[in-house]
């Protein structure tokens, strides 16, 4: 991203929540979303949006890259024939692909560039370097270029986000006609995110995307009106579904998921859905024996609830995230430990009842977790931390935002966890410069978040350079991080990344 005290423009930002508009294309690309990745990487991907030289500096020395050098790289605005003024981004050109695309002869240069321009041997490297909002541009430029660009491995990890109004032209006669999802299918798009659809949406969706019977593993509903009829019949129709996620889904009901859910389904994840309570647990405990994941929030959830999983499941569940689950209790955290004993990840984020006695029964049952989220649980104190710092010796990741009562004590028990690779403090409003010095003696660990700690000093942080191994640093909100700090870090940790 650009440093604005250098004076350079911002550039154009993907929005936070991870989401690429892309634009409007008749051959189905719509003007779907595209997101990917953890909030980590979101970061990452906030980068200048201009589209660089064909050929750049670092690239055109690259040994490893069967690529002739140029003497004067080719922009892609002079392939695609597109005048742009300077500092103009090509990300942001409105192209259809129904305007006419110039073909190799037509682009202008000597005919070694223009045949540079479209080997396919060089473009099938070059396109690894760029952004999925990038790419679906390159894919304007040419028909060359968009042969090459729509080969899947392109789009690996992808998700197209459709809401309901881009899937549908209005014709002249003021009729809808389902747009087409060709362009997806020639992709291999495997997952799919339908933003407030309808039963009948739904429905068009599988008759229209030629992927949906078998070819479609994921599917995700959000703020749709999907009633039981239309999750039953989404389920039985797209057989190859094992990853469902339904999130502000209010018109189904608990019913409905015993209609539709079946065993072929290893991850399930429901959210902010009304009718969702114990009796939507027993039935993802009764029909879903291969489940590896649950991702739930659901505020009438009890501790009964937890003692539903089977023997099968405690054998197969790996990760369980149960988020702002208010009714839960250290009594459903005993049931949990109990009904599934092999979990690698665990998150009570926002279960707010849960107590240090809670995280005792997860440290001395849970030997194998790798990753546990206790955000939002503000009677968690130092001595939670304690019982994880001597029963979970393969911990990997912790994050500890918004609990309050956590202090420097506390950091003095994580500091002899060796395996600890990713730790969140923030808004940690008790943690001092004293507790920071005892996170220096964690060689491990990779990712630091110390946002929002008020009594944080500049002398204190500047500590953290003797963690070389750091290769995330967030301080966003951290009245001690200065820009004499920010530069301070910028020439003693040039490894690692600094979120202002």
């Keep these: 991203m650009s440093n604005p005290r250098n004076g350079d423009t911002k550039p154009p930002c993907l929005p936070r929540n991870g989401l690429v ?38 690239l055109a020395h690259r040994s490893d890259l069967p690529i002739p050098s140029l003497a004067s790289p080719l922009s892609l605005a002079t392939l695609a024939g597109v005048s742009t003024p300077p500092g103009t981004s090509l990300v942001g050109l409105n192209t259809s692909e129904s305007s006419e695309q110039p073909s190799p002869e037509r682009l202008p240069g000597s005919p070694s560039e223009r045949q540079l321009a479209v080997d396919e041997k060089i473009l099938n490297r070059l396109f690894w370097y760029f952004s999925a909002c990038e790419k679906c541009v390159l894919a304007q430029v040419c028909k060359a270029w968009r042969r090459v660009l729509y080969q899947p491995k392109f789009w690996v990890g992808l998700t197209p986000v459709l809401h309901t109004k881009e899937l549908y032209n209005v014709l002249p006669g003021g009729e809808k ?70 999130s502000g889904c209010n018109d189904f009901t608990e019913a409905g998921l015993w209609s539709s859910l079946n065993a072929r389904i290893t991850a399930l ?36 609830a937890l003692a539903y999983f089977t023997a099968k499941q405690g054998y197969t569940t790996h990760t369980l995230r149960l988020n702002s689950c208010w009714e839960i209790t250290n009594h459903g955290v005993v049931n949990m430990v109990h009904s599934l004993p092999n979990l690698s990840v665990l998150s009570l984020s926002g279960c707010s009842k849960v107590t240090d006695d809670g995280v005792e029964l997860v440290a001395e049952n849970l030997r194998k977790l790798r990753s546990l989220d206790l955000s939002w649980c503000p009677r968690i104190t130092d001595m939670a931390l304690e019982y994880i710092a001597c029963d979970l010796h393969k911990l990997e990741e912790l994050v500890l935002d918004r609990c309050v009562r956590i202090t420097d004590t506390g950091l ?11 730790l969140y403090l923030r808004w940690c409003c008790q943690v001092q410069d004293f507790g920071l010095k005892h996170l220096l003696s964690m060689g491990s660990l990779r990712l630091l978040s110390l946002a929002g700690c008020p009594l944080l000093t500049t002398t204190g942080l500047s500590g953290l350079v003797q963690l070389q191994e750091l290769e995330e640093l967030e301080l966003t909100n951290c009245p001690g991080a200065t820009p004499e700090l920010f530069k301070y870090f910028s020439q003693h940790l040039p490894c690692c990344m600094v979120i202002e």
């Design 412 to 422: 003095s028990y994580l500091s002899t966890m060796s395996s600890l690779r990713s």
């Design 21 to 58: 508009k892309i634009p409007t294309q008749p051959n189905g690309l719509g003007s779907a979303s595209i997101t990917k990745g953890t909030p980590a990487v979101k970061n990452r991907l906030c980068q200048p949006s201009s589209v660089p030289a064909i050929l750049s500096p670092a």
């Design 269 to 304: 994840s429901v959210s902010d859905c009304i009718n969702v309570a114990d009796d939507a647990i027993a039935a993802i405990s009764q029909l879903l024996p291969n489940l590896t994941e649950l991702n739930l929030q659901a505020y009438h959830v009890t501790d009964t």
């Design 177 to 246: 006609e389902f747009v087409s999802l060709q362009g997806f299918a020639i992709r291999g798009f495997d997952g799919f995110c339908l933003v407030g659809v309808s039963d009948l949406d739904i429905c068009e969706f599988i008759d229209n995307y030629p992927l949906s019977k078998k070819g479609v593993k994921s599917m995700s509903l959000k703020r749709s009106t999907i009633t039981d009829a239309g999750l039953e019949v989404m389920l039985e129709q797209m057989q190859g579904v094992v990853r469902l996620e339904l």
